[in-house]
């Protein structure tokens, strides 16, 4: 078996080179295609006709499948016609928009993704702290005037509109709470982030916070997401926790498409078959979809994993896989929480939290 | 070991009826805990008081645990107390409401749900069929009048609004698409379903359509559902693709306290690894609904499967396992659809679906 | 939209011709590169190399991609390339399957998988019935009794060898426990099966049982699967609740390659984030696999479900999805079973159960 | 809010000393039905019974709930009686789980687990180098060459006996594979591990190897398990891709009940519906073992991901969460691998790997 190898590697080199080649051919025609298709949208919309033509499409696929000769048959023809159609309508769709607005690298800024005074994804990581329900002015100032003695970079975060499962829990303070999570996060001088959960109350949320968060049920209201991309305010994303990260990208991509570039994405575990932890983190998450988009990403630890005992190791973990920030639920007394107690920690242990995290402080704020 | 079951049944018997008295003297006790409570409700009530008070629990949680001696430790009985707590909060918020309303067996009129002319849940399956998006009047035209021959109750179904996951892919005619369905529909004589999206375009839908579908996506936006509660109209719920049951019967619950018992809830498929079929059709889940509520279940087959060639025996297998319908997509010319070409059947396989699954006519209607 | 077609014009056609002489060019080279990678895959197969190499992929994409001149950007080469790279597979594939034994139509005799007395997958439903465990000879009399009577077509099923999660839970009475099985099925006539756990028990198993049972969690077990394709003994091949069907049919694969065609699948529920059921019974699966595969299919209720309640809807849901058979664990008194009490069913509900079904008398046995 | 305590008067103080008594009440009665718990535990132990019966509490629930005349209603009761019987459940939890031998915190010697030259768990990261397959000597002796130069702790892997899902790929070279294996680490001073799939070739894989792997496929072979615990080799035990964390945990208690504690835990990804990655590498599992036990634990960074391009960030995450170490498949030629070629790295991407992971170099040996 030893000498194998290299005999081998030339056969195989060879009928690689060959495939190489043939790529290079067909995208060739392909591109030419291409220009003939733009060159026909063009003349079709001088004359005012429909763009797309599906019976015109159906004949193609008809004859190039009847036509199959070789060890591609009648189904891969179709098949891979029908991705040069599709990709065929994409061109004409989108010709500005020659690749999904979220895949650029240039989306940003040198300072980061600005939410109040604070700059997102520009190399210091930013914690999102605050009670998972703003329950009243007293709670909040407990928390935020604890949060706001922390040496590193934050953004209070509270829900004032609750999407529960259960229609008979509390659901949130709504306005009074919004009024309440600005009053507070004035008082200390911190920007603010708060769920919206609907188009219809997209514009009183907005008014009193700096950055508007779609919760992981709403990853997928396009409406929603259509909405926030026309609002121009920063949107913190949540991946949904039965959501591909293909799906999350896309739902960017409908903010990002509506003129809105100021989206953090934030993983905040799937759902899967293991029950110790509420959800399952995907740390791969991060680094994947960096990969993919220049946007900041984050990590919510607290329903990704539903519970506190594993806080630091999994906040450590987020941030080595390259994370912009962690998001935690911080309550004074989480055994009184009118929500999600379990997965609230105290505030001496968010103390130690940060600590343990070892996250380094802000650049000094001027002015 | 042969002779051991006797000897053992007595000791264990013995045992399991102390549990079953101590149980009963238990509940004895919580019961009149609970008439104390429901007293202090009142009491506070008339004064003017909070109802709740967390210090008071937390103080009592404290005192319970501490003295704490037996084989209950302090978790145990903090765990058994906080649900005491829960329960005795939920008595007070909703004493009317001696449990969930989707859980009552008195929803369904004898009729079923009154859909146009349709009653769904009352005996005689129900077929939602229709293509995945309106495209035209004339492909309504083409797919309606086919339907509307079946010898079978059917509702005529399609997207105005459409959910896509990408942005850059056909969203649907919207309004234009509502007028096409409703006037394709009334020119057959059938009732309409379609979805709708957002509470924004709640309205224009209710006015179009005789029933309005909750999409998977939509099935967490306690918004969207509060609304439909409000609207009176009948509702189609589909379940999350990755939602337990629990809380699939939850949102049914949210329309139900709002005041609209019309639902019916549609099991699709959820979201697991095997990749063969697009989502994994869980039969199990229509006799599961039907232990725990009265209101009508029925089964989309098209998204479930997300494919064509094993709709007969899957939609035989969803009937015999008690589902009260099927919701199929149909499309006059499949491989030229806007939408979802792949999972819609064409005119002709219709047919013998319907042929195959062997669904009962529908009673004569008179006028 | 109607009058378009009339519109065309020279200006247009000629275009179209273009795009039709360009579509047959493009065709000529995908079945050129289509040869050469058949070629490929068999240079791969002679030397025993993996077929299909992701990493080969990306590279081609990415420069590909990258060297994406023209109207179709970096997404559209990528999108019609991935549809090249799949249909390629899918040639492949379809060589590699055309040669998997497991895909062949002529594997089951016309009188199906004869065990013992029983002919399995040959039009009337076989149940599979009796204890989670033989615990005593006692037992297995009071149950195999009741069994023995059904007017329908079964096989005695009971575990010797146990492979329980827990190391200090019942591991089943082994040896012991073969040799009740086999003496009490053959008091009443009726054929067994058993589980086998290792290839080191498996000739003992052979010995006292004539069907072989792999249960889930053998099923990637390739060195047990290799003996049972040399025992020649009939296998009863359960599904791991985390395989996909075509894991199943690659297992399969493994005992027919070994010459031993008398394989009957079983499907019985698959891991999901769903907890009111044990597994999630993926009803799907049976006429997907009997696509693919003349074997016999059966379900396993008990463990699909893990709960007694639901057992007729969705044993009729199984049967009428085409399944040839139920396996459904029986106790005579469940409470008292040492393995899996609470979903095995007592024997005056299994008569009920039985009834409800349906299924079809057996032939009458000639000698 | 603020004031409402002072409000407070003689009616409700009286209503809460009630409340106070009520409480006392119900907890010496919990206490006693505690006792009684423990005593059916201590019972159904001793037949061997399987502890936990879901039917037995369903029963009890409606026959509870059924009885509900009260404040409480059946939901409150469910929800109340649930809670007791989860805290019956934790009491036998806790008395079972004192008694297994994985979760004591003495099993770990103080140089960790030994393997050849290596301690594994004792503040040193170990790396677990190799190839996926031995197919050469040739290729083992390039492959190991560079590994031994590594300044880290670290032990050679790689396969001779290879579980393939697929029954026409390469299988292993099995005693060959041994052989070659041994002779190369021999050459270098490097410790080995293999995996052993089958009890029938246990023992040559253990003549050959330092340590013995267990499969994710073979995690719930208890034949296997069991011959482990004979055996006293070192085993390094992967989870499962659809196991839970306490099916991993049953598995290794498999082994240390058969008499061998020298364990090492490997996470190495679950199952999900992601496609991304080959399974979700489930990070969270690191330190959730690690409150549960004191054996060692390390990541199969390969077989999480199969991808390598994000190896780097998700191997810091994986240590970052308390990891003892990582597995990573490495290969001279990962484009010519026999298996699995597209998750291995080659020989230059470990340097880089190594280096940004930045692990310890391992204490001088002396001798």
Known sequence: ????????????????SKIDGLNRRILELLQQRGDVVLEIARVKQEKGLDGYDASREDEMLRELAGSAVGPFGPP????????????????QERKRLQEQRVRRFDLLPPGGIRVGNVGIGAGV????LGPCSVESEEQMDRIASRIARLPVQKILRAGAFK??????????????????????????GMATVTEVLDTATLDVVAEHSDM?????RNMYNTELLKALGRSGKPVLLKRGFMATLDELLLSAEYILAGGNDR???????IRT???????????AA??????????PVIVDLSHALGRKDILLPCGRAALAAGADGLMVEVHDAPDQALSDGFQQIDLDSLDELVAGLGVKAPEKENG
């Not at 078996?1 to 009928?15: A, F």
């Not at 999407?163 to 200390?188: C, M, S, V, W």
């Not at 078959?273 to 740390?283: M, P």
Request: charged content about 30%; overall charge positive.
């Open 1 to 16: 078996m030893s000498s194998r190898k290299t005999v081998d590697d030339l056969e195989l080199g060879t009928l690689r």
């Open 76 to 91: 891969e023809v179709k098949e891979i016609f029908k991705a040069i159609f599709r990709s065929s309508v994409n061109i």
């Open 125 to 128: 990581s930013t914690l999102f």
């Open 163 to 188: 999407p529960r499962t259960n229609p008979y829990t509390f659901q949130g303070l709504r306005e009074e709470g919004l009024r309440i999570l600005r009053a507070t996060a004035d008082r200390y």
């Open 212 to 216: 508007l968060q779609v919760g992981a």
């Open 263 to 269: 989206v953090v994405l934030c993983e905040r575990g």
């Open 273 to 283: 078959f293991e029950t110790r932890t509420r959800n399952t983190l995907d740390v």
């Open 286 to 295: 991060v680094p994947l979809l960096k990969q993919d988009t220049s946007l």
